[in-house]
């Protein structure tokens, strides 16, 4: 009987590892992706079509960083060539994660991007994991607001965080993806209509591995292929074609770009207005101004500047805000939004079915006026993003449309 009240009402019933979903017919479901694409590769690939795979998800939505990324590193090429990547390899819709909450920390980053996901109704959460066979469910429950757990200065918050988890739950994670997987489910757990989690294994290659990997998947890590930018001969069988292409055609951008940007700033500013920079404490603008003065190139001044406090990508970061004089006040006033970067057909009718259901704002063609108020830091970053290439596309370019 139940399943004749099904057909008659013409809904759809998805049963997934023991989950009933019903939906009607014209309403598309949607799997949700956070990612980089520092560049777009085949493990990207393996990911995308896995995920959908074990969703039969009528679409694929990625959450995409922009110009600059988690680690405080510019992106290897501009947002546009990189969601261009996306939607030429099986990606549907793409997004933007606004510069106040891609350049931060794995638990700033996860929760803006869970949040937007989330404001775009997305049924699923799929994410790569050195240990997918973890429940990353339970291990959400973990209270992380014990503050006596920080307080050791010759320990960095990642370490304390790994600790805290392994003492409460007898887990211990290490690995870049199954951290960030961590603070997927933690701030996943926190919507209030939570996605369901879908890990998928990474596949041969390791996050941080700096070789290419000779293997039989043809996937090797963002990190080995960065490397090898200007050796095609060495990345061409671990990315797509799409990816070859931007490669070919355009520069690949590091922080030898912006060093002496960087420089510049750090010497002109006082002690006391790179105090006001976001995240500047504990008299690290003392550090900045003496090793500024004496460092060569961008990776000398970041060696110098390191200590067991603090990771090397939370002194790029703070690069990076410095680059940008993003303010303490900056982030306090920062909210969160929707922009977006490109869609294909399906993408095109996700959007217009949750449109108006969403409670986060669309930005598709942002206003001069708007770019200057509430996109203020994403405009800024592909501003100083493109001084070198003479380039910033945010003024006239409209979403890719595949």
Known sequence: MFLVILEKIKLTKILLDGFLFVRSDNMLNAV??????????NGHLYQIKKAKELTHADLCIVVMSGNWVQRGQPASFDKWNRAKMALENDVDLVVELPFQYSVQPASIFAKSAVN????????????????PEMNFSKLATVNLENPEYFKNYEENYTSAIQQLIAEKTGFFINKPNDILAFNYALYNRQLSIPMKLIPVKRKSSNHNDVEIIDSSLNISSATSIRKNINNVSKIYNVIPKST????????CIDWNTFWKYLKYKILTNSVNELRSIYQMTEGLEYRFKKYIKISNDFDEFLNNLK????????LRRLCVYVLMNFKSIDFENSSEYIRILGFNSVGRKYLKQIKKKTN??????????????????DYLSGNIYGIESKKNEDLYKVPLIF
């Open 360 to 377: 986060m704002i669309i930005i598709s063609n942002p206003s001069k006026a708007l770019l200057e108020k509430e996109l203020k830091f």
């Open 116 to 131: 937007i996901l989330g404001a775009l109704q997305c049924k699923w959460l799929s994410f790569g994991s050195e240990n």
């Open 244 to 251: 070859l292409e931007v490669i070919e055609n355009n520069q």
């Open 32 to 41: 949700g992706i956070i990612s980089e694409y520092n560049p777009f590769h």
């Open 307 to 314: 200590t067991k406090r603090y990771t090397f990508s939370r």
